[in-house]
């Protein structure tokens, strides 16, 4: 079977599947059209995010089997058309949910004990106590939106913390000793953080805006480590300009482009120009799950699922 790799990878990826038997090629420059005009020579593909797999490329890769994507979710793919056509599926979110986790639980302690403000200030020569006391996570109840791999490993994180943790989810029975599942109206009576943890659906995109915002009955903080798309950016600056919202950790932007890379061609957004200049809001470029050890578990949780579909 020949393997064409969009993206590149851990390099264990193309050396055990080298092992298995796969004729590997890699084009890591060409432009969509290009592939697609040789896409039909191939049977798997493996990439992270680098264009969109869509009817027409689907159609020109007459021979293909799988899709490996390096990553969680599979929103760059049009999976029902792939399936219709019998292409085997492969995405790795157990390959950096741990990632995400650390991730999610260090912007809401950086958060709550202002810790990018204060470094930056230090840094410019500032030495102000006071205006930078800490609030602890103890007592407080954290509410994960979405239930799966990356929420599930937020909440194993938290098992260290006195603090209740709420899920919500669309399935029924995800709960589990780590986190109660509620219902919504629940969740948004009690919760003092908000952490999203759900893939880009039709369901999840703008799901955080004003209305849902405003159902809170606490001031809550913000983390978001799952798909920019989910938050409206403008309503997000107007809770925090008004206190609903006490602060913010975004690794993932509305604006940011499909296939993750990059944030911008034109000018900056006047909302995002808000949320640079706050102080109570850490930005970081789509790395919550991008860790060393990541990079590693992701590619061989593909191979593992390849060979285990394949072999």
Not at 26 to 45: N, P, Q, R, V
Not at 73 to 101: M, T
Not at 172 to 201: I, R
Not at 228 to 248: F, H, P, R
């Amino acid at each position: 079977m020949k393997v064409l790799h969009l993206d590149t990878n851990h390099e264990l990826l193309i050396d055990q599947l080298n092992a298995l038997g796969f004729e590997n090629h890699e084009d890591y420059t060409a432009s969509k059209s290009e592939i697609e005009a040789k896409i039909h020579e191939y049977d798997g593909i493996v990439l992270r995010s680098r264009f969109t797999i869509d009817k027409t490329f689907l159609d020109a890769a007459s021979h293909l089997k799988f899709i490996g994507r390096v990553g969680a979710g599979l929103e760059n793919i049009d999976c029902d058309y792939a399936e219709s056509k019998g292409v085997f599926l492969v995405s790795a979110p157990e390959g950096n949910r741990n990632a995400v986790g650390e991730h999610a639980l260090g912007m809401l302690l950086s958060l709550f004990n202002k810790l990018n403000k204060a470094d930056a200030e230090v840094r410019a020569g500032k030495w102000l106590r006071e205006a930078n006391r800490g609030i602890e996570l103890d007592g407080r109840t954290v509410g994960l939106i979405g239930y799966g791999n990356m929420g599930k490993a937020f909440a194993k994180k938290l098992r260290g913390f006195d603090v209740e943790v709420l899920c919500y989810d669309i399935k029924n029975g995800v709960g589990d000793d780590n986190a109660k599942q509620v219902s919504l109206a629940e969740f948004q009576d009690k919760v003092d953080v908000v952490s999203l943890h759900t893939p880009q659906t039709p369901l999840t995109l703008n799901m955080i805006d004003s209305s849902f915002i405003n159902q809170v009955k606490k001031p809550f903080w913000l983390i978001n480590t799952a798909r920019g798309k989910s938050v409206v950016t403008q309503d997000l600056v107007a809770a925090l300009q008004s206190e609903k919202i006490l602060g913010a950790g975004l690794d993932v932007l509305e604006y940011e482009k499909a296939s993750f890379e990059t944030l911008f061609s034109t000018e900056l957004p006047e909302a995002f120009k808000y949320l640079i200049e706050a102080e109570n809001v850490l930005l970081t470029p789509h790395v919550a799950g991008w860790t060393v050890e990541s990079k590693e578990k992701l590619a061989q949780t593909i191979v593992d699922k390849i060979k285990a579909k394949f072999c």
